[in-house]
C-alpha cells in the first residue's frame, strides 16, 4: 500500500509561487500516475495536473501555463510548481495515484491560501 505526504503549502500573495510535495512510500511509485487535486471550501475536489509513469503531463485549463507537475522517481515524490498564484487557487491541495483516488484513500493535504 502506498503513502503519500504532501507539504509545501502556506499563505501567500497574488502573484506570488509555491511548490509543493508529495512523498510516496513503496515501490510502486515510478509504475503510477500521479495527480495532483484541490478543494475548495464549499467545492468539490478537482484534478488540476497529472503525469504519467512516463512523464506526460495535463493540466486543468485554469492552471495551465502557471503550474507544472513533475516527478523525482528515485526518491518517489512528485511536485507541483505553483506561480502566478491567483485567490482563486486557495484550496487544500492533494496528490493521489488512480487506485487511490478509486479506494477513496487521501492524504491530509497541504493548504494553499491566496491573498488578494
Known amino acids: 500500500q502506498v503513502q503519500l505526504v504532501e507539504s509545501g503549502g502556506g499563505l501567500v500573495q497574488a502573484g506570488g509561487s509555491l511548490r509543493l510535495s508529495c512523498a510516496a512510500s513503496?515501490?510502486?511509485?515510478?509504475?503510477?500516475?500521479m495527480g495532483w487535486y484541490r478543494q475548495a471550501p464549499g467545492k468539490q475536489r478537482e484534478l488540476v495536473a497529472a503525469?504519467?509513469?512516463?512523464?506526460?503531463?495535463n493540466y486543468a485549463d485554469s492552471v495551465k501555463g502557471r503550474f507544472t507537475i513533475s516527478r523525482d522517481n528515485a526518491k518517489n515524490t512528485v511536485y507541483l510548481q505553483m506561480n502566478s498564484l491567483k485567490p482563486e487557487d486557495t484550496a487544500v491541495y492533494y496528490c493521489?495515484?488512480?487506485?487511490?483516488?478509486?479506494?477513496?484513500?487521501w492524504g491530509q493535504g497541504t493548504q494553499v491560501t491566496v491573498s488578494s
Open positions: 493521489n495515484a488512480p487506485g487511490g483516488v478509486a479506494a477513496g484513500m
Open positions: 513503496g515501490s510502486i511509485f515510478s509504475i503510477n500516475d
Open positions: 503525469i504519467s509513469s512516463g512523464s506526460r503531463t
